[in-house]
């Protein structure tokens, strides 16, 4: 089984910075990929930023040039910096992990259970 641990979310004026965080643990043989998804009050859930193993990262273009995105393969850990925040960047944020898991090598996808990140003054 493989376990996903999400931190860093909170309250945060407009124009303010956060940092949020995913841990992946488990039966991990390898990780193909991590992503930020959100979901904002009221819509469905939207990429934000992915992130490939081998560091080749896509950002939405709302995010574009505010947030980005790192991967540390050996911790199997992700990280996610938002600077200039906005009113509109307020959603539940999700970590998603695209892995190979288990000694059958098996591949896998796996969700956090998400962080609310709500930016207001």
């Known amino acids: 089984q493989v376990q996903l641990v999400e931190s860093g979310g909170g309250l945060v004026q407009p124009g303010g910075s956060l940092r949020l965080s995913c841990a992946a643990s488990?039966?991990?043989?390898?990780?193909?990929?991590m992503a930020w998804y959100r979901q904002p009050p009221g819509k469905e859930r939207e990429l934000v930023a992915h992130i490939t193993s081998a560091g080749i990262t896509n950002y939405a273009e709302f995010v574009q040039g505010r947030f980005a995105i790192s991967i540390d393969n050996a911790k199997h850990t992700m990280s996610l910096q938002m600077n200039s925040l906005k009113p509109e960047d307020t959603a539940v944020y999700y970590c998603?992990?695209?892995?190979?898991?288990?000694?059958?090598?098996?591949?896998?996808?796996?969700w956090g259970q998400g962080t609310q990140v709500t930016v207001s003054s």
């Open positions: 488990g039966s991990i043989s390898s990780i193909n990929a």
């Open positions: 998603n992990v695209d892995l190979i898991r288990g000694i059958h090598r098996v591949a896998a996808e796996y």
